[in-house]
C-alpha cells in the first residue's frame, strides 16, 4: 500500500487542527498531544526535509531547482518504514519546469483536501500575514501567488504555490492522478464525530467512535489556544499575536464591509457555489 496522505489546503482552513486530531486519536492515551511535538503532518515544505534527503542546502537552489527534487525527497521520504506517512501540503497541484507533479503519485495513497468559506479566509489569512484586509484579498486572487519564494530563501520553508484561492481548490479537485476526500471547515466545527471519523477512514486506520470523540474533545479549539497561551506555537510566525485566533465560521460578517464581501464573491463565486457557501442570500 502507498504510504502518503497528503494533507492539503490554502492556508487557514483548519490543516494544524486536522493534524492535532489524527496526533490525538493515533495516540490514544487520554491526554492532549504537545501541539509542539506533532508528528502528524510534518510540512511538505519543508526545508529541512529538503536539506535531510538531498544533502544539500536547498537555500543554494532554485525555487525551480528545489521542484524538481520535490518528487524525488517526497519517494525517498517514502521508503523508510511506515504504514501510513501523512504530509501536510499547502501549495497547488501543479507540475514543476519538467513536467512532473510535485506529488508523485506511485508512492501516494491519497489526499484530504480541506476548504474554507473564502470569506473566513480573507479574515483569517489577514491577522496570519500582518496585512491589510484589502492586500490580502488581493493575493487571494493573485494567479502566481507563491510565498517563501525565490526572494526570501533564507525562510524555513521553500516556494509553494497557492495561485487564487479557487485555483487552488480546483487544481486538487479536477487532477486525476490521486484520490481526493474534501473536507469543509465548516463541517468540522458542526458535525466534527462524522467529519473527523470519516478523516479516518479515509487514511485507512481502524475506526472506532470512542476513540474518535475522545480525539476530537482533546483536539477542541480551547485546549489547543490554551496550550499555545501557555507555552506557545513553534509554527506561528513571528510577530503573529496567536496562531490559534478564534476558530469560528462567518465572523467575515463583523469584518469585512460591503466592497470587501463584493470583491470576493466576485473573484471566486463559482467556486464558492461548488461548496455550498452561496446556497444562502447574503451568502
Known sequence: MNPIIWLASYPKVGNTWLRVFLENFKRDDGRPADINALEVGYNASSRALFDDALGVESSDLSANEI????????????AKPAETLILKAHDAYTLNDM??????TDVTRGAIYLVRNPLDVAVSFAHHL??????????MAQPDFAPDGETNRVKRKVRHKLLTWSEHALSWLEQNEIRVHVMRYEDMLNCPLETFGAAVRFIGWEYEEARVERAVRLSAFENVQ????????????SGMPAFFRKGQAGSWREELNGDQIARIIRDH????????YMEKKGV
Open 67 to 78: 521542484d524538481r527534487y520535490r518528487p524525488a525527497v517526497y519517494r525517498q521520504a517514502a
Open 226 to 237: 490554551a496550550q499555545e497561551r501557555a507555552r506557545g506555537f513553534k509554527e506561528k510566525p
Open 269 to 276: 463565486g463559482e467556486v464558492m457555489q461548488r461548496f455550498g
Open 99 to 104: 513536467g512532473e507533479p510535485l506529488f508523485p
Open 130 to 139: 500582518g496585512k491589510s484586509m484589502d492586500a490580502t484579498i488581493a493575493l
